[in-house]
């Protein structure tokens, strides 16, 4: 880490020297704007004009690589924040049918991204998202409301004996992981440009990495609606076979798993430290009555009883995942003053 002596210019101006190896870098010369972020912590952050208005762009050599990799490489080179992402060919060569069906397959996973350009050699795609149109809370929200509709049309299904409702539920899986590839975009374009974290609602970038991982747990709750959904496609009859008051308590105790998961998320935007350990006590309580209806269930050949544990299973992992978003949420409600903590 250098070290740079402060001087003063005038009766109220404190001044110091850029580094000079980073002035050449970033083509900084003198008259140049430069934007000045203040963080948390003392931290004061200096950023050129040139990265500000920079469009980062990614070529993807498809030589050497199958069609999976290709797909992974786009959606990697997008969550990186790349605006324009082009997949080339080896030099004289054309792009092979499986690497062009791959681009397409990446296009429809991921929001805001088409095609702008396509030759027999390469294809270009942009993203034409635009960070400051979200905002981190409301992406996490909206996360959360998909895996949660997503349960309540799989426990329908199974009620109901409906598969139409279970294949919805898996059809919203993709919605659910646009939004998760999304948010962790804008992650790491934040983190890369700290003058975007206000405009996605943030103060300053120390909450990312909470952000990162509550998103994270909230796909793995989708995942969890989504081995539900199955439950019914895959069940003869598509329904569980218990008696009708048994299925009225699942409903309900995924009502309260829904309830417990919506106060993960508002306790992590909100920081508030006392929602936080009413999201613990809640799934105590929660815990006890997963325990209550497995040991509950009425005599059953193994097949069907294999299926319900399956689904109450699933639902206690989705309010265990709730329980890390609450503990992610004490870190962020814990970083600030409050009637709980005097920082000095």
């Known amino acids: ?3 740079r002596k402060v001087q003063r210019l005038g009766p109220s101006t404190l001044a110091m020297t850029l580094p000079a190896e980073w002035a050449k870098a970033y083509d900084v ?3 140049d704007e430069v934007s000045i972020r203040i963080g948390g912590k003392g931290m004061l952050t200096v950023m050129p004009e040139s990265v500000q208005q920079e469009e980062a762009e990614a070529v993807i050599h498809a030589v050497d690589l199958d069609a999976d990799a290709v797909e992974r490489a786009i959606i990697a080179q997008y969550v990186l924040g790349r605006r324009v992402i082009h997949v080339q060919a080896e030099e004289e060569g054309t792009l092979d049918s499986a690497t062009i069906n791959a681009v397409y397959n990446a296009e429809t996973q991921l929001m805001g991204l088409g095609v702008i350009e396509e030759t027999p050699e390469r294809i270009a795609i942009r993203c034409s998202v635009d960070p400051e149109d979200f905002t981190l809370d409301n992406l996490l929200e909206r996360l959360e409301s998909t895996g949660s509709t997503m349960r309540n049309e799989a426990i329908k299904s199974l009620a109901m ?9 898996l059809n919203r899986e993709r919605q659910a992981n646009k939004i998760f590839v999304l948010l962790l975009r804008l992650v790491f374009t934040a983190y890369q440009n700290p003058n975007l974290t206000r405009a ?8 990312l990495i909470g952000y990162r991982s509550i998103a994270k747990n909230l796909e793995l709750t989708a995942d969890n609606a989504e081995d539900i959904a199955k439950i019914c496609l895959d069940t003869e009859g598509h329904r569980l076979n218990v008696d009708s008051g048994t299925m009225r308590e699942i409903r309900e105790f995924t009502d309260e798993v829904n309830e417990l998961t919506a106060m993960g998320v508002q306790c992590a935007v909100e920081r508030d430290y006392d929602l936080a350990i009413e999201v613990r006590d809640r799934f105590l309580e929660l815990n006890d009555r997963e325990q209550e209806l497995l040991h509950s269930l009425p005599e059953m050949d193994n097949e069907a009883l294999l299926r319900v544990r399956e689904v109450l ?3 206690g992992q989705t309010a265990q995942y709730a329980v890390r978003n609450a503990e992610i949420a004490t870190n962020l409600a814990l970083n600030e003053e409050s009637e709980h903590v005097t920082i000095s």
């Open 200 to 207: 996605l609602g943030l103060d300053d970038g120390f909450a």
């Open 1 to 3: 880490m250098e070290t």
């Open 313 to 315: 299973v699933s639902l």
């Open 161 to 169: 004996g409906n598969p139409d409702l279970a294949q919805r539920a």
């Open 29 to 31: 010369e003198k008259g």
